[in-house]
C-alpha cells in the first residue's frame, strides 16, 4: 500500500516536511511543488536520502527553475503530467498544506 | 527564528540607548516570493513611503532571503514577477537593504543576489540596524 505525498511548503518556515517525512515508508512518493522546492537543500532531505535510498522524491521542475533551485540526483524532476499518472499509481494522496 | 543569545539581546539593547531612532521606516521580509503576497505587499509599502522622501530600509531573513536570489523566473509559473522591480530601488533612493547572514547559511545559498548594494549581516548587526528605526513593519 503506497502513498504519495506531496508537499507545499518550505521546511525552513514550516514544519510539514518533518511531519511527511516521520510517515513516509519506503514504497512511497514524495513530490516538491511550490516553495517546497527550497526542501532539496534542507538538511531533513539530505538525512532522509541518507537513511532511507528506497524512497523516491520527485521535484516539480518549472516551480524550481522559477526559484533558481538547482536539482541534483537522486531527486528526479517531473512535470505536471507525471504528478497526475502518480496519483493514479499510488493507493493515497496525501497534500501537506 | 533562533532566539538571540543573552550577549546579543544586550547588544541590541545598548544600542537603542545609545543611537537615536533616526530612520523612518524598517520592511522585513520573511516570507519566499510565489507562493503569497507578503513579499509583493512590502515592496509597495516600501516605493510608497520612499515616493514621500521617507527613509525606508529593508530587511531580509528567514524565507525572505528567497527574494533577492539571482536568476529567479516567475514567469514560469504563471506569476507577476514583482522582485524585477527591486532594481528601481536606487532611482526610489532606498539604499539600506539588509540581509541575515544566518538565513542564507542554513538554506545554502551563494551570496549571488539580483539587486547591487546590499549588505550580509551577522544576526547580531541585523538587530542593531532594525532598533535604529522608529517603525518596524513585518511582512
Not at chain 2, 540581509?99 to 551563494?110: D, F, N, Y
Not at chain 2, 543576489?113 to 513585518?138: E, G, P, Y
Amino acid at each position: 500500500m503506497t502513498t504519495l505525498h506531496i508537499v507545499r511548503k518550505s521546511a525552513f518556515s514550516s514544519n510539514d516536511l518533518a511531519q511527511c517525512l516521520a510517515l513516509a515508508t519506503k514504497a512511497d512518493t514524495i513530490v516538491l511543488l511550490d516553495d517546497a522546492c527550497y526542501n532539496v537543500n534542507h538538511p531533513l532531505i539530505a538525512k532522509t536520502l541518507n537513511e532511507q535510498p528506497e524512497l523516491a522524491i520527485n521535484i516539480m521542475q518549472t516551480h524550481a527553475q522559477a526559484r533558481a533551485v538547482n536539482i541534483m540526483n537522486p531527486i528526479k524532476a517531473i512535470v505536471m503530467e507525471d504528478l497526475i499518472k502518480l496519483t493514479f499509481t499510488h493507493k493515497q494522496v496525501i497534500t501537506w498544506q | 527564528m533562533s532566539a538571540f543569545t543573552q550577549q546579543e539581546t544586550s547588544a541590541v539593547a545598548e544600542s537603542t540607548e545609545t543611537i537615536n531612532t533616526t530612520k523612518a521606516l524598517a520592511l522585513i521580509n520573511s516570507q519566499a516570493p510565489f507562493a503569497c503576497s507578503d513579499g509583493k505587499d512590502s515592496l509597495d509599502i516600501a516605493l510608497i513611503f520612499a515616493s514621500f522622501e521617507q527613509g525606508v530600509s529593508l530587511f531580509f531573513q528567514g524565507d525572505g532571503v528567497y527574494q533577492l536570489i539571482d536568476k529567479q523566473n516567475g514567469s514560469l509559473i504563471s506569476v507577476k514577477d514583482y522582485l524585477k522591480t527591486f532594481a528601481a530601488f536606487e532611482f526610489y533612493d532606498i539604499e539600506d537593504i539588509y540581509i541575515c547572514q544566518q538565513s542564507l547559511a542554513e538554506r545554502k545559498l551563494a551570496s549571488s543576489f539580483h539587486i547591487d548594494n546590499v549588505q550580509i549581516l551577522t544576526v547580531k548587526d541585523f538587530a542593531v540596524q532594525l532598533v535604529q528605526h522608529k517603525h518596524i513593519l513585518r511582512f
